[in-house]
């Protein structure tokens, strides 16, 4: 069964920096495309990022040169490291395997001051 955790979210300040990790189990990582997503309060969910089984990566335009995609085949885990946080990064962030649409429950994000 797959089975998908994020951790890593919080509250930050403007400017600050987290890291996102999501670990999953159930199926085999090392060969599937994985991605993040947000959604922010009264909005729809939004693509952030994705990384392929080779390690290509791609970004949404808003976080391209702050958020950084990676992976670990060895831990089956992805990490989203995000830097220059803003207040508009604010959002529920969600792991998922993008070639079996398996998502996560999410983790809270808050950039306030």
């Known amino acids: 069964q797959v089975h998908v955790v994020e951790s890593g979210g919080g509250l930050v300040q403007p400017g600050g920096s987290l890291r996102l990790s999501c670990a999953a189990s159930?199926?085999?990582?090392?060969?599937?495309?994985m991605g993040w997503y947000r959604q922010a309060p009264g909005k729809e969910r939004e693509f952030v990022a994705t990384?392929?089984?080779?390690?290509?990566?791609n970004y949404a335009d808003s976080v391209k040169g702050r958020f950084t995609i990676s992976r670990d085949n060895a831990k089956n885990t992805v990490y989203l490291q995000m830097n220059s946080l803003k207040p508009e990064d604010t959002a529920v962030y969600y792991c998922?395997?993008?070639?079996?649409?398996?998502w996560g429950q999410g983790t809270q994000v808050t950039v306030s001051s």
């Open positions: 159930g199926f085999r990582f090392s060969i599937n495309s």
């Open positions: 990384i392929t089984s080779g390690g290509n990566t």
């Open positions: 998922k395997v993008s070639t079996l649409g398996s």
